[in-house]
Every structure is written in structure tokens, then in C-alpha cells.
């Protein structure tokens, strides 16, 4: 029997695939080889918007390297806060059901809207946190010192993000086979050697995947910068996504941006290619 | 007898009908209008109300709720109510305006009728807007604006844009502390200088400096220097320029603020520019804890709370501080921003040591019918009934409404005298303030070429580097007038010049 009839049935999946996802990848390639912006139209100007990229551009490289900073920061952080609060009510504790849910808060909430509540709370001169800090005698700038900026942006981070951290490692532990730590507890294994040799191997799988997801999100960080900081004092807290934010729609100098995007695509795809392969090598050595 | 009541009866009646807080039939149905009823006009309320739009769709974008926003979207719903029209209002954040209504543009779709955006955006926006009809260039409301906020809102003698809001930047003191003897007395023994509105920025400076950071007003709070916006993208660009006028518009030099017409060499990094930004820099020393992060709104609540001695930027901080819910209303005074003892003189290379002060016309609200709306008429009556004399009177009065005197008749000192309810002398120096600025023949406007934001996003962007310590004011400019160089190179030096040129011949006063 001929089944070919059966290719239909693809069609409609085909076709959002298509639409959602290889069509804006190639007209972002197109639009990167344009210098489409307030004055010109989708013309065609070949590579030059890469070559200023790599040549003229010193502002997008740094911003690449603050985002990697405060990407690998806060994503580290996560997972290390994360790891410790599903270790906690993993196991059996009063008010399990309530920190389970607690925890999770965070996340629930718009991050834009936390943002500026955040933003109230740092703020230098009206803001509760330097007002309770006053009984010690320090007003730190929170947001507009360069270095407490960043600072102020990964607590920021941390807080609304951990709890997806949390979420994926304790569906992992739930998920986690009894029988090792019965033997380990047979064996006599104190909690701390349970940890190092059953739980945290056992976990390395989830743990790849969670810091993984984490870290692809970490990188598109924006909302919060946007809020927080604008990217200042100067440009010290400017990432990628808010540089190729400022220059696509805040200059509209859209074909440059499309370039940017592009460019910054690829590294994220190679990057995060490199790191998955380091951290399998790391942490699934047997 | 007789005649005595008949000229009785009569008074009495005047009174009535020209009491200034009368009730008519309109504001009984719109309070917005009750200080002064409907005015009449080509555009009033009584005008209006004789529209017939049932069934029709007016789509407005417009900025985020209050400043702008606020008044489009309340005289939308009067709109609406008069002419039986529908209005769809779209709200959107102040950075997001130019690109809302652009991408359609480009694209060659109209989704609004209406686009709120800012007066710079003019030249690129222009060919995507339809231009005022003479019917409405010749209506009483518009016959009222001044020479500068038409030329604001025209390109090359063709207006593009509908004047609702009129700007520039000027200086907002507290009169309590800077008029209190008591004050100058303490500041001459302890400076060995008088205490007085400042005329230069330098003695801005030294008066900020002195009253930062402790309880100058007696309301157990601490106050500070200067209220500025200083935050990255956010309108830092015109604090830069009103500081820059002084050291950098020389009127012995015309052809060119921005760049020298004549080469399209950005004039940005010279050392007039240079000293501003130092100044600048200084200015993070006496600003409140965390007002290198302020922006407008910031500047606005600090000012126009009481947090600090001195401000400068678009009214709406001073207007606020005269509201009735302010602590400091009538304790606050205006004057033009401050100047300096020498300015640049980019044709010798030198700085002429002659007192200078330049008025900086600095954009402002604008908004335009777009060329492709079917609805053109009733997007242009709905534009002219917002400014309509008894809105406009209305606007003004509130601070975040971020509706700002454009008419001749806002320099009428009465007007807040009598509706607002200011002190006499206030009103008399804060109409004289603006009123001198329309006069002077040393003004700056906006820049207003193609691809404005980003020459205007490089200034920002160097000059919060400066402001956080990154660089030096000189290299931060140094590196401006590199960007300005190659955005020049890129949009092409003789479109820019061609653009420029229009702004060269009003501040030169040739247009």
C-alpha cells in the first residue's frame, strides 16, 4: 500500500514550524544583511553591518562579557540556594506542604512589576533598605555605584529565579530511586557523605538540565536591567539583550540589531553547547 | 429709581456671566473645565458638540498614564461624548512611542490615527504625517502659538505636528530659602558670598553644594542640592544641553550648536561642551542619594516635594510644587537657566570672556494624524478640542499632566493668578521667565535631523559614563563626537546637513 497520503498529516506541523520559528530566523538573516532603519529601507548592504559589529564595536563585546558574568553568577547562585531549599523540604518537615509553596512564589509574580518594587526597595534616598541600614550608619548606592549595581541586579535575579531552580531539583530528589540511600543508610553514611556520594551524583543529570535551562534564560536577561538600571551608572550593568534592545528599538537602527541578534545567537548556541559538554564531563564522570 | 436697578440688575448679571469660576452647561457635564467654563473658540466645547461621529473609530497611541497620557485619554472620553464617537486609546512608555508607530510606518501600515511622540521626531516621522489643513491653521486656538512652539512643530514652514504642549527648559529655585534674609546672611558669613538666584552655573554649583545634605526648611528631613535627570536614556540627553547652552551657543558663531554647519564637524567634544559635563560630573556631589538614577519623574517628585533647593528641566516639577496638595506652593520662583562668564568661540578656538546665557527651546510633547487614517477631520477636531482654550487652561494647571504653557496667552500672569492660585510676583516672574525666552535671539532648538536618537542615544550613553566615573568628560565626549562622526557618515553628511540646516536658520533667527 502506498501511505505517501501520510506526508499530508505533517503539513500543518510543518507549517507552524515554519512560521514560528525558520521564517524569523532567515528574515532576521536578511534584515542583518540590511540597513533598515528610520532613514533606509530593507535594502541590501552585504556584510557591513558584521563587520562593524567585530571591528567598530567595543560597546557589544563588553556587554557580552557583563551578561556572561552576571549570568554565570546568578545562575551558580540559583542552583546553589535552589539545591539547599529542595534538599530541605524534601525530606520530611513541618509545614512541608506551606515552604513547598512559598518558595515558588517568587516565580509567580511579573518580574517587571517585582522589578520596580525592588527598585523602590533600593531606592538611595526613599527606599526601606538604606532607611533600616541608617540605624548602622551606611547608605550604600545601591543603583548607582557601578559595582553595587550589578550586585543589586544579580539579588534581583536570584530572588525571582530560584525557585524555578528549586522547582526543577526537587521534582529530581522526588524522582530520586530509595534503594542507594537505603544502602547508604545500612552502610552507616553520615548525612554529609549521603549528600557528596548518593544524593549529588544521583542528581547530576537534572542538575545539567536545570542549569542549563537556567542558564539560557539568564542570558536574555533584560526586564530587570530595563527597570533596575537602564544599564547604568554608565553602562555597567548593559547586557547583550538590552544593547541590541537600545539600538533595534530605541535607535531603530534595526538591521544592525538584526545582526547583533544574530551574531549573539550563535555564540549562545556554541557556548552553551561547550558548557553542557563540560558539565556532563564534570559531574557524570561514570 | 428704575435706572438705578436696571444698572443694578445688570452688574449683577456681568458678574455672573464673567465670574472665573462660573458654572456653564459644559463644565456642569465636564468638572475638568469648571475654573473657566467652556472658552470660546473654533474648537470649544460648544464647536464640537455640533460633530456628528457616531460610528466611527478614532485609535490614538499615546504615553503611559499620567504625563501626556492622562489628558489624552480624559479628553478622548469628552471627545467621545460630544460627537458620539468612538475613541480607542492606546497607552505607551515614553521609550517606546518612536519605534510603536515606526515599525508600521516603515511598513507601510497606519494601525493609529493619532501618534503621540516627541517634537525631535518630526523629520523622521514627517513623511508618514499628514500636514495641518489651513482650516485648522487658521483657527483662533492656533492663531495663538507662539513663533517658537510653530516652528517646533513645522518642518521648512509646513506644520507636521499639532501644538498641544509647548517646552523648554528654565531654572525652578526655592524662593523661601534663596529670598530669606536670614538665609543670606548665614550663607554670606559662612561663603563670603550672596545668596541669590543663580546666574551662572558655576555659582548654581557652590549654592547646591552648600545646601546639600542637611535640614535647610526645618521639616526634620534632610534636603538636598539639585534635582536633575541624570539616568542613562532617559531625557539625560536635554539635562546635557541645558547645561551645555551656556558654555557652547555663542552668538558670535552662528551656523551651528550641534555641528558646524559648514564641515558637519560635531561641535560636542569642544571645551564648551567639555566644561558643561564637568560641571556635570560635580553635580553627582550635591544631588539627593540615588539621583544619578533619577529620571524625569524622579526630578519631578523630588523637586516638587520639597527634597531639594534648585532643578531645571520642562515645567512640570515647578508646576507641580505650585499644585494645592504641595508643602511648598508659592514657596518656589523661576528664572532663566544660568549662564556662564565665558563661552566658546569655535571660529577663533578661544573662549570669549563675555557673560552668555542661551534659552534652550527643548522638545516637547507632539503628536500628528498619520497620512493613511481614513478619519483625518475627526483626528484633527479631536486634536484641536484637546487644546482647546478651556482644556488647555485646565492642563496647565496640573503638574503631571505634562501639558505646558505654548500660547501667548499663557504669559498672562492672571491666569494663575486667578485660576491657579498663585502668589502675584510668583506668576509675574514665571510668565516673564518664559516670555523672555521667546524674545531672546540666542536660543537653542532640538536637534532634529534624520536617525535623531542616535546621535541623541550616543550623548546619553557618554554622558553617563561620565556621570558613573567610567570616563573623563573629555574622553566621553571625545568618544560622542566619534560616534556623531561615523552615524553621520552612515545616514550621508549632505542629509544631515540638509536637515540641519532648518534648525541653523531658527536659531540663527532666519526662519
Redo the contacts between chains.
Sequence with gaps: MNFKHKYVFLFPGLFVLIGILIFPIIFVVRLSLSGWNSYNGLNFIGLENYIRLFTDDPRFWESFIRLSFLSVTTVTLQYVIGFALAHMVWKEIKFQRFFRVLFLIPMMTTPVIMTVIWRTFFHESLGPVNDLLQIFDVAPKWLTDPTLAKITVIIVEVWQWTPFMFLLLLAGLLSLPKEPFLAAAIDGASPIRKFIYVTFPLMAPISIGAIIIRLIEASKIMDTVYVLTSGGPGTSTETSSFYIFIKGLREFQMGYAASMSFTYLIIMIISLTVIAKVLTKLLLKD | MKIIKTCLSAMISGVLIFSPAFADKWSDQFPHIKATGDISGDCSYEEISKKNYKGKTLKINTHAVPVIGQPTALHAEQFAKLTGATVDVTHTPA??L??KA?VPF?AGQSPYDIVFGFSNFIN?WRQYLAPVPKKYMNTKEMKDVTKSHVGVSSWDGTMYQYPVDGDRHYLKYRKDVIDNPEMQKKYKADTGKELKVPTTWKEYGEMAKYFNGWDWDGDGEKEYGSAEVM????LMFAAFFSRSVAYAKNPRTPGGFFFDLETMKPNINNPGFVEALTDWVEATKYV??????FGLGDEIG?FGGG?TLFSFSWDDAFIAAMQDDSPIKNKVGTAPLPGADKVWNRVSGKWDNKYNQAPYIVWGWAVGVAKKSKVQEMAFDYLCFFSNGANHQADLAIGNFGVNPFKNSDFDPNLYIDTMGWDADIAKSYTKTLKDMEKSKNRVFPLRV??V??FT?AVA?GT????????SPQEALDEVAKEWE?IVK??GKS?VQEDYAVGVKMEDNKL
Design positions: 521609550g517606546d518612536y519605534a515606526m516603515k523622521d539616568k542613562k536614556d532617559d539627593p542619594p540615588g539621583g544619578i538614577n523630588s527634597q534624520r536617525g536618537f542616535e542615544s550613553t553617563s559614563k561620565a556621570l558613573a566615573g567610567q570616563l561615523a552612515r545616514v542629509a
